[in-house]
């Protein structure tokens, strides 16, 4: 498979994105599914990598018709070299990695998609992802922070993607409850760490909203 032309096209896709979801998420999400397969031998190399780098090709995020987006990314897969079989084992990844698609109903990915999902959520978490989520509020026009908006606790596939919350509540809300949703041992290390960094972050950015520090 030629995962070169499918780099090129993903990039396309995102090239417009100021959410948090442009080439360099993809390329962060490629580069670190290609440490987790240096420790997990077993996965399919290709399958893996494909689907990292095309699994936002035709996310509602950055596209407006996901079907028409959609059978575009099974023609760069084509020419790409694709089979069928691999064609159905990338998209099953991409159809039920993210976070939106798993409130109602737990997924049980493949070990690909267990390591691409690991992947894009890393990069959802720590330093880097303290800049995404302020990108993607800001991107939708969110408020920083209200004291008197609490965090909500029951949310749907819906009510996910509403921009009513303020930024600092997605903490609570998603990312603080990423660490515990990791697949893999090598990503539990890394969001573990990466986890205490936007709780200082969190604790920091409170303090100095109240002026405590």
Do not use: C
């Not at 998603?174 to 200082?200: C, G, I, S, W, Y």
């Amino acid at each position: 498979m030629k995962i070169s032309s499918l780099q090129t096209y993903a990039e396309t896709v995102a090239q417009h994105d100021a959410s948090g979801h442009a080439a360099d998420h993809i390329k962060r999400v490629v580069a670190t599914v290609k440490q987790l397969l240096k420790q997990t031998p077993k996965a399919d190399v290709d399958i893996t990598i494909a689907a990292a780098t095309l699994h936002d090709t035709y996310d509602d995020k950055l596209v407006a018709d996901v079907a028409a987006a959609k059978a575009q990314t099974a023609t760069q897969l084509t020419l790409a070299g694709a089979t069928d079989d691999q064609q159905h084992a990338i998209f099953e990844i991409i159809d039920h990695m993210s976070y939106k698609a798993n409130l109602a109903h737990h997924f049980q990915l493949s070990l690909e998609g267990q390591l691409v999902q690991d992947a894009d959520r890393l990069d959802a978490i720590g330093a880097i992802g303290i800049a995404r989520t302020f990108m993607y509020g800001g991107a939708h026009g969110s408020m920083m922070y209200d004291p008197a908006i609490p965090p909500r606790t029951e949310l749907t596939a819906k009510a996910y993607r509403q921009t009513q919350s303020p930024v600092l509540n997605h903490f609570e809300e998603k990312l603080f409850k990423l660490e515990a949703q990791m697949n893999t041992p090598a990503a539990k290390r890394v969001a573990k760490a990466r986890t205490q960094v936007m709780h200082d972050f969190v604790d920091e950015f409170l303090a100095e909203y109240d002026g405590r520090r």
